[in-house]
């Protein structure tokens, strides 16, 4: 592995403290039916958006892999494979894909603030549109067929708003500490 390419102790250390803020911003939860609301979005919004996109990634990854081998890092202090491949595992699995494509944008645009806002944007509408179909797919196999307007009033519609708020938290955090963090 060449040089560039290792991590730091500081940037393991960033990675850590990401992904444990990850699984804090999950443990904070509002139920609303099927999918509950979580802070875990801004989460992945401000790990990449400090860190980088490598590292924000490396963040996301780890949090996903700590959930996965059963620590409850996920809403309601779940863990484990039942979680990640349930009902809304798809939502959970869809935050590697933002941070993914928050990354790319990065790598093509640069980090400006609209340039990231947009890469925000368009990562949330991945983790949606990942989410959704997963939720659809799954759902059909245990209650039967469900339209997507209904998934979409279930599980996108009361969640646009406070996932339009926590990009801009996650945006005025970056403007703020953004420097401090690089």
């Known amino acids: 592995m060449s040089a560039s390419a290792r991590l730091s102790v500081r940037d393991m250390a960033y990675i850590a403290l990401f992904a444990a803020v990850m699984a804090v911003c999950a443990w904070i939860s509002v139920p609303l039916g099927d999918v509950p609301f979580t802070l875990q979005t801004f989460g992945v919004f401000a790990a990449v958006a400090l860190l980088g996109?490598?590292?924000?990634?490396?963040?996301?990854?780890?949090?996903?892999?700590?959930?996965?081998?059963?620590?409850?890092?996920?809403?309601?202090f779940t863990g484990g494979p039942g979680a990640l491949f349930g009902l809304t595992g798809g939502y959970i699995l869809g935050?590697?894909?933002?941070?993914?494509?928050?990354?790319?944008?990065?790598?093509?645009?640069?980090?400006?603030?609209?340039?990231?806002?947009?890469?925000?944007?368009?990562?949330?509408?991945?983790?949606?549109?990942?989410?959704?179909?997963?939720?659809m797919v799954l759902y059909a196999r245990t209650a039967g067929p469900v339209g997507i307007a209904v998934v979409l009033g279930r599980c996108v519609v009361p969640f646009l708003l406070p996932d339009l708020g926590k990009l801009l938290l996650a945006l005025a955090l970056q403007r703020r500490l953004g420097r401090a963090v690089r």
């Open 53 to 76: 996109g490598k590292r924000g990634t490396l963040a996301v990854l780890v949090y996903l892999l700590l959930g996965a081998v059963g620590l409850p890092v996920f809403s309601h």
């Open 95 to 135: 935050f590697l894909l933002t941070a993914l494509v928050m990354w790319a944008a990065e790598a093509l645009w640069g980090r400006s603030l609209p340039v990231l806002a947009a890469s925000m944007v368009l990562g949330l509408a991945a983790c949606y549109a990942v989410g959704t179909a997963w939720y």
